[in-house]
């Protein structure tokens, strides 16, 4: 099983999530643990892990569209989430 963690950047962002957001964030960060590769990829400038995208839409978050921007390691078996980017 593949652990997920989230970036201090990623924590401050999740304390200020509404409950639903939160709860939304932390599914996805659960499913990370069982399938790292989810989403969208992105450009990543490290041959050795992958960035990655994950978009929840405002019906799945009760609240704002949120993107959870993620980094794997395949060789730590590890999930980064770098951001949480929050809608208006």
Not at 17 to 28: G, I, K, T, Y
Not at 36 to 55: C, F, T
Not at 73 to 87: H, Q, T, Y
């Amino acid at each position: 099983m593949t652990h997920a963690f989230f970036s201090d950047p990623a924590e401050k962002i999740l304390t200020e999530l509404s409950p639903p957001e939160r709860a939304a964030v932390e599914s996805v960060r659960r499913a990370l643990e069982d399938d790292p590769r989810q989403g969208r990829g992105l450009p990543d400038a490290d041959a050795r892990s992958e960035s990655r995208v994950v978009e929840l839409l405002p019906e799945q978050t009760g609240g704002r569209g949120i993107s959870v921007v993620y980094r794997y390691s395949e060789d730590l078996d590890a999930v980064l989430i770098l951001w949480l980017i929050a809608g208006p």
